[in-house]
């Protein structure tokens, strides 16, 4: 036996306790390599959702790779730990500490070449079943599959320099020095120690501090708790993990006649030693696990904008004309055409807007007349409307807005053209996007309309009334393309600022959709990548903290079994045992998640006006079945080697 | 001129409570010795052989082995020393589980980048003198308690140490097993003239040893060195565990006639 097969030995024949942790890595690199093999597709070399896509990636990989660094530098140094008993033999044989470092280098790189090699051919087996997800979430025609050395050296190159680098710091982490210590080994330390009573009184309080913080956050403070809440929490949960579980256990035991009671004495008091043994490892976890759900329900709630969408755009396309537009009738016909070669279906109503100040409140608003209204709501199958001389009916942009708008009522006079209205209704449909009509608009009756003949204060008649094209397309996610040529030069006035030059407006919220839908759907594909692999770490740290106490569990349940325990309490207590270590992470984790969704809310409420709750619930609900998935797995294979012996 | 030279040792512990595990302990031993060091439970036996194996720090006094104080030596002189001077024996048997019977035995060489056909060699010769040649495939938990502390001592041997060093070499082990052990011990010590300490508080294991180390409370108590006959030695060990006292388990092995 050479050296290096030593090390070499050392892995394979260890496999099992590495499984979960190799799982995550081979994981973590396929992740990686598929997204390489996006970045570097010739496809998206051009402008459009293919950049979005690649600056995405890109922090993504950022992500995984700094996430990754710490996940295998927390397992390794975990790893070496539970090998010190090991460590300490071939000391003691008289192994060097230069000999040490060399063979756990050996084992580093064996383990990192496995890894990668895997991570790198499962990655370009499923490329092209990644390369039609992407296809489909991008409405590409197509991205076909395609061979370059850029995806593998990227990887190849950021995994190896990752794995150099841990095996150099975890290296640094073994004593020689202290023979009998590493002799000794890791489990020597079950004392429990004293528990700090203020350390475990504010592990809750912090947590509580946050929670409430997070729960009364309103739209001012958002911005400031960002700041404040996370640390707080953190550093909570750290307090709630090493010190407040020691002090509620405690607190148990010292309550008799719950602590004595049959199975209850042993799995109370042995998870009291595992909680404190494995409190970092526990903290890492739901810390990990909070930011999995959190990316992901917050890359899902996007999907519900997408979802609001038409509620808020009923109109298919809008095309408005201000003052002195020579393009005009060149601009409708253009649109028309584009429809009609597309062979779509569509209605198209005209609308003249007056600007007017309301002397009630001072504000600027926008009068439409009844019966061109009434045209534009037949067209949309809506009620049509009928104010008499003297009356208007608000138009609401959003159900906010109409809510808001059925309390009001309001006697104002029109001070330009001194038209009087009086308004106590509300049109009961939203029509028009808000920012393409003014927040305050009111339908009036023709002859009142007429009456507004004086321009806007400060502007001349011709600045203060335009045209509104409404289009309803009834197939009104087909209308891509249709309007290129305005929207590019919506598109560069925007980027210019300079708004001299087109006299129009022009939105196809058909092609806004899609690209929305797209763009966060993406998104979302990025995200749940990225969480899959944090919750395979947090999953592989679970799992090597059970394989690392099995032999010790397996002693002491032959114990139990001598002192004449059943089968079936053993099951019990095995079970009390596994649950706390899977669920309670898990439950202070969603505990997070939720807080921090009600404080998304307020956000998304900010801007938005849409409810994230059943994204949400659907997220948490589906993590949660993943991991009783997990339980019930570990636990089968956990009960079976128990009973092995 | 004796290899293990003991030079009034101390080894206090600080901590809460100070305590002196060895106190002012000197001794000799020769070429081709067998020692057994003998004494109740916490009488300081085991922390007297990490002093001896370089694996603890000496209070004061020192300590030599074939003229050389190991103490004295740097981290990686002493890891070389313990490689290549030193062969272990212990209760538990302290071998790798990943490793096969054959790669345990051959280990101490691997550190030493011996090459291939000499390690080869080298274990066919010590599992044929062990009798470990059927199992040596096989893996650390397959094999008996008997056959692993054999494996045991044949990691000890397989490089020709100087010194081997054995903690309670048969406290794990049931009494057919013990005694294979340790007629084995002395027959590497009769045949092969390796030189043994061996900490036991059994008094059939001492039996086998040429001299005995009585020590109590980390001080030197009495010795007695072996006659003809194994039976005689094994009552005059007796007699003087009686005199040291101890508690009544150290003496559970004894049967008297």
């Known amino acids: ?236 949960t750290y307090l709630f993990f090493t010190h407040s579980i020691q002090a509620l256990l405690n607190l148990l035991k010292k309550k008799k006649t719950f602590f004595w009671d049959k199975t209850r004495l042993v799995s109370i008091a042995d998870s009291s030693v595992k909680l404190k043994d494995s409190a970092q490892m526990f903290f890492i976890v739901t810390i990990v696990s909070t930011i999995a759900f959190l990316t992901v329900g917050t890359l899902a709630s996007f999907t519900s904008y997408t979802g609001d969408f038409r509620e808020s755009n009923p109109l298919s396309l809008i095309y408005i004309s201000f003052e002195e537009n020579p393009q005009e009738d060149e601009h409708i016909n253009l649109l028309k055409n584009q429809l009609e070669q597309k062979g779509l279906a569509y209605g198209v109503a005209q609308l003249t807007v007056k600007r007017q100040t309301s002397a009630a409140s001072g504000n600027e608003v926008d009068i439409l007349q009844a019966s061109q209204f009434n045209r534009l709501a037949a067209m949309l199958g809506h009620e049509v409307v009928d104010p008499d001389s003297g009356e208007g009916i608000f138009i609401p942009y959003s159900q906010e807005s109409l809510a808001a708008l059925n309390e009001t009522v309001t006697d104002t006079v029109l001070s330009e053209s001194d038209v009087p209205l009086f308004i106590d209704d509300a049109y009961p449909h939203i029509m028009f996007p808000n920012h393409t009509l003014n927040a305050n608009s009111i339908i009036v009756n023709d002859q009142d309309f007429e009456a507004i003949d004086e321009p806007l204060t400060g502007y001349t008649g011709e600045q203060s009334s335009f045209t509104y094209y409404a289009f309803d397309v009834p197939d009104w996610t087909a209308t891509l393309g249709i309007g290129n040529s305005l929207s590019d030069r919506m598109a560069e006035a925007f980027e210019t600022g300079n708004f001299d030059e087109i006299a129009f407006y022009f939105e196809n919220p058909g092609e806004d959709y899609r690209w929305f839908k797209s763009s966060f759907a993406l998104m979302l594909f990025i995200g749940v990548m990225v969480a899959l692999v944090f919750l395979l770490a947090a999953g592989s740290f679970i799992y090597f903290k059970l394989y690392t106490g099995l032999e010790r569990d397996r002693k002491q349940y032959a114990l139990l079994v001598r002192l004449g325990m059943t089968e079936k309490e053993l099951l019990k207590i095995v079970n009390r045992q596994l649950v706390p270590q899977f669920f309670l992470p898990w439950t202070i984790a969603l505990l997070h998640s939720c807080f921090a969704f009600i404080s998304l809310q307020v956000v998304w409420d900010e801007f938005a006006e849409l409810s994230i709750l059943g994204e949400m619930a659907a997220v948490l609900a589906g993590f949660t079945l993943v991991q009783l998935l997990y339980f019930y797995l570990i636990r089968w294979r956990y009960i079976a080697h128990l009973q092995a012996s | 001129m004796p290899l293990v030279k003991i030079d009034d040792i101390t080894k206090v512990y600080e901590g809460k409570v100070t305590h002196r595990a060895v106190n002012q302990l000197g001794f000799e031993v020769e070429k081709g010795q067998f020692l057994a060091i003998m004494g109740p439970s916490g009488s300081g036996k085991t922390t007297l052989l990490n002093l001896i194996s370089t694996i603890d720090d000496l209070t004061s006094g020192s300590i030599q082995i074939d003229g050389i104080n190991p103490h004295e030596l740097d981290k990686n002189e002493l890891a ?120 036991t508080h059994d008094p059939i294991a001492a039996s086998y040893c040429n001299r005995v180390l009585f020590i109590k409370d980390g001080e030197f108590f009495n010795e007695i060195y072996s006659d003809d006959r194994r039976q005689t030695f094994y009552q005059r060990i007796l007699n003087v565990l009686s005199l040291l006292g101890g508690n009544v388990n150290d003496l559970s092995a004894a049967r008297l006639p």
Do not use: C
């Open chain 1, 1 to 236: 036996m050479t050296f290096r097969q030593l090390a070499y030995r050392n892995v394979l024949r260890n496999f099992r306790s590495y499984a979960a942790f190799f799982l995550a890595s081979v994981v973590s690199v396929m992740v990686f390599f598929v997204y390489s093999m996006f970045i570097f597709h010739p496809l998206f070399e051009e402008e459009g959702l293919g950049t979005l896509a690649v600056r995405g990636m890109l922090i993504a990989e950022v992500v995984l790779y700094i996430f990754t660094l710490f996940f295998l530098f927390y397992s390794m140094s975990a790893f070496l730990q539970a090998r010190s008993k090991e460590f300490g033999v071939l000391v003691h044989l008289g192994m060097t500490k230069k000999q040490l470092s060399k063979m756990i280098f050996f084992e580093m790189m064996i383990l990192g070449s496995i890894s990668t090699a895997a991570g790198i051919a499962f990655g370009f087996t499923f490329s092209k079943f990644f390369f039609m997800i992407g296809r489909e979430i991008m409405e590409l025609e197509s991205l076909p599959l395609y061979l370059s050395w850029q995806p593998f050296v990227l990887t190849i190159g950021a995994f190896a320099s990752l794995f150099i680098i841990i095996s150099f710091i975890s290296v640094g982490f073994i004593r020689t020095k202290r023979v009998l210590n590493l002799l000794q080994g890791y489990w020597k330390a079950d004392e429990m120690g004293r528990n700090s009573i203020i350390l475990s009184v504010s592990g809750i309080g912090f947590l509580a501090v946050a929670y409430t913080l997070a729960a009364f956050v309103d739209d001012d403070s958002v911005y400031t708790m960002a700041f404040i809440i996370p640390p707080l929490a953190t550093i909570g």
């Open chain 2, 80 to 199: 070389l020393f313990r490689r290549r001077k030193l062969g272990f024996v212990f209760q538990d048997f302290n071998l790798l589980q990943m490793l096969t019977v054959e790669e345990n035995l051959v280990l101490p060489l691997t550190l030493d980048y011996i090459p291939l056909d000499q390690m080869t060699s080298r274990v066919l010769e010590i599992a044929d003198r062990l009798s470990l040649a059927p199992i040596l495939h096989k893996r650390p938990n397959e094999i008996s308690g008997g056959e692993a502390q054999r494996t045991a001592i044949g990691r000890a041997l397989i490089h020709k140490p100087d010194l081997i060093l054995a903690d309670e070499p048969t406290g794990n082990l049931d009494s057919k097993a013990s005694r294979e052990v340790l007629e084995l011990l002395s027959a590497i010590n009769r045949e092969e003239g390796a030189t043994i300490i061996m900490v």
